[in-house]
């Protein structure tokens, strides 16, 4: 037994350790079980302690084997004392919403010269992000920042489309995601939205004019899904994209399952956008509580495309078709946690590159598709119609 006990011991200490902030949530036990399952020492962090360990019974009673550490300390004040306590090898930071959020929690895990990854949605995050690159090279880190459905999978597709169609510019890029109603859903998430909501969009390359959260509504139809209602979205996308591809329009939208719950928030948006003093942002908590409502009125099947026009050459047609991907049985929240994973496995087992790096083409259509195929693959459907 004493010696099992020390194999274990030696094995824990040559194995590389990733630290998850917000190890439970939505995402983050998502991708703490993906890493123990590929052999990582995984480290589960949170405000409840209670709700760590249940996730982490909950991993060994499907892998006995898999090495997992408990650590609750509040991240915005005891960070540098835990990191400098457990030493792990890589921090991916999942506490949202970061909307708002200032980079404090990758400047400390930088400085302690320990790599990161976040799974921001927001484009001012990722932009505040680029600020530190000179700190990461000093520390001799990598840093990766928006590794999450956008603009990771976003990217991905749209690379993958521009070398199967030979293409070189993109005349629009449309891009939209909807989860299921009955999804589990966050109330970072939550927040995310309703941070947005009716107010002013920032200007990016290709838009043709000022846009507000949540307006401009559309319905997108779905292969095998109910269609669903899309409006204007704030994503790092609109700033990231036409860095690395040339889209002359570019938009973004997100909508909800139930059409219902979509026009009472484009409602609240016109009250937001005509002066209502209200930080709905700050109501989360309640609005989550009420959206489940609705769940009667949905499924758990959620959706995203991207709907492409590109000119085939001079004096030819252009052509128009849209990727899908759809999710069933609430696997949606999976897609999100796939650039975590991938990204922290090229991190912990390959050499890497120092400096921040917004999650862009650092991983192909085929990789994100083949992860994918790990968690039930007959509930994932993607598509170019």
Same mark, same amino acid.
């Given at each position: 037994?004493?010696? /099992?006990?020390?194999?274990?011991?030696?094995?824990? #200490?040559? @194995?590389?350790? +990733? %630290?998850?902030?917000? !190890?439970?949530? &939505?995402?983050?036990?998502?991708?703490?079980?993906?890493?123990?399952?590929?052999?990582?020492?995984?480290?589960?962090?949170?405000?409840?302690?209670?709700?760590?360990?249940?996730?982490?019974?909950?991993?060994?009673?499907?892998?006995?084997?898999?090495?997992?550490?408990?650590?609750?300390?509040?991240?915005?004040?005891?960070?540098?004392?835990?990191?400098?306590?457990?030493?792990?090898?890589?921090?991916?930071?999942?506490?949202?919403?970061?909307?708002?959020?200032?980079?404090?929690?990758?400047?400390?895990?930088?400085?302690?010269?320990?790599?990161?990854?976040?799974?921001?949605?927001?484009?001012?995050?990722? /932009?505040?992000?680029?600020?530190?690159?000179?700190? #990461?090279? @000093?520390?001799? +880190? %990598?840093?990766?920042? !928006?590794?999450? &459905?956008?603009?990771?999978?976003?990217?991905?597709?749209?690379?993958?489309?521009?070398?199967?169609?030979?293409?070189?510019?993109?005349?629009?890029?449309?891009?939209?995601?909807?989860?299921?109603?009955?999804?589990?859903?966050?109330?970072?998430?939550?927040?995310?939205?309703?941070?947005?909501?009716?107010?002013?969009?920032?200007?990016?390359?290709?838009?043709?004019?000022?846009?507000?959260?949540?307006?401009?509504?559309?319905?997108?139809?779905?292969?095998?899904?109910?269609?669903?209602?899309?409006?204007?979205?704030?994503?790092?996308?609109?700033?990231?994209?036409?860095?690395?591809?040339?889209?002359?329009?570019?938009?973004?939208?997100?909508?909800?399952?139930?059409?219902?719950?979509?026009?009472?928030?484009?409602?609240?948006?016109?009250?937001?956008?005509?002066?209502?003093?209200?930080?709905?942002?700050?109501?989360?908590?309640?609005?989550?509580?009420?959206?489940?409502?609705?769940?009667?009125?949905?499924?758990?099947?959620?959706?995203?495309?991207?709907?492409?026009?590109?000119?085939?050459?001079?004096?030819?047609?252009?052509?128009?078709?849209?990727?899908?991907?759809?999710?069933?049985?609430?696997?949606?929240?999976?897609?999100?946690?796939?650039?975590?994973?991938?990204?922290?496995?090229?991190?912990?087992?390959?050499?890497?590159?120092?400096?921040?790096?917004?999650?862009?083409?650092?991983?192909?259509?085929?990789?994100?598709?083949?992860?994918?195929?790990?968690?039930?693959?007959?509930?994932?459907?993607?598509?170019?119609?």
């Amino acid at each position: 037994m004493k010696n /099992k006990t020390e194999r274990r011991q030696q094995q824990s #200490a040559n @194995t590389p350790t +990733v %630290m998850v902030l917000g !190890g439970y949530g &939505t995402f983050g036990s998502r991708i703490c079980r993906a890493l123990c399952g590929k052999g990582f020492h995984v480290i589960i962090n949170g405000r409840h302690f209670h709700q760590a360990q249940e996730l982490k019974h909950s991993i060994l009673e499907d892998n006995f084997d898999a090495q997992i550490t408990v650590s609750c300390f509040d991240i915005y004040s005891q960070l540098k004392l835990h990191l400098k306590k457990m030493k792990p090898t890589l921090v991916i930071h999942t506490c949202g919403p970061f909307q708002g959020q200032d980079t404090l929690v990758a400047e400390t895990t930088i400085k302690a010269g320990i790599n990161y990854i976040d799974l921001s949605d927001d484009r001012e995050y990722v /932009k505040k992000m680029q600020s530190l690159n000179d700190l #990461a090279l @000093t520390h001799n +880190v %990598m840093a990766i920042t !928006g590794a999450s &459905t956008v603009p990771t999978l976003s990217s991905a597709v749209l690379s993958h489309v521009k070398d199967k169609y030979a293409i070189n510019t993109f005349k629009t890029v449309r891009i939209g995601i909807s989860p299921g109603q009955k999804t589990a859903r966050g109330l970072a998430t939550t927040q995310a939205v309703l941070s947005y909501v009716g107010k002013a969009l920032k200007p990016w390359p290709g838009s043709v004019k000022k846009s507000y959260g949540w307006h401009d509504t559309y319905l997108q139809h779905y292969p095998n899904i109910k269609s669903r209602l899309m409006g204007n979205c704030e994503a790092p996308d609109l700033d990231c994209l036409h860095e690395h591809f040339d889209i002359q329009k570019l938009s973004f939208s997100a909508g909800m399952e139930s059409k219902l719950l979509h026009r009472l928030i484009w409602l609240l948006s016109w009250l937001i956008r005509f002066g209502l003093p209200i930080k709905l942002k700050n109501h989360a908590d309640w609005l989550l509580k009420s959206s489940r409502w609705f769940d009667r009125l949905g499924t758990e099947d959620g959706g995203m495309h991207i709907e492409f026009e590109v000119g085939l050459g001079r004096g030819q047609k252009s052509i128009r078709k849209t990727w899908f991907i759809e999710a069933t049985d609430n696997r949606g929240p999976q897609i999100p946690s796939i650039p975590a994973i991938l990204m922290a496995e090229k991190i912990l087992t390959k050499p890497t590159q120092a400096g921040v790096k917004t999650c862009i083409n650092l991983i192909k259509f085929e990789e994100y598709m083949k992860e994918l195929e790990q968690f039930d693959s007959q509930h994932f459907f993607n598509c170019i119609q």
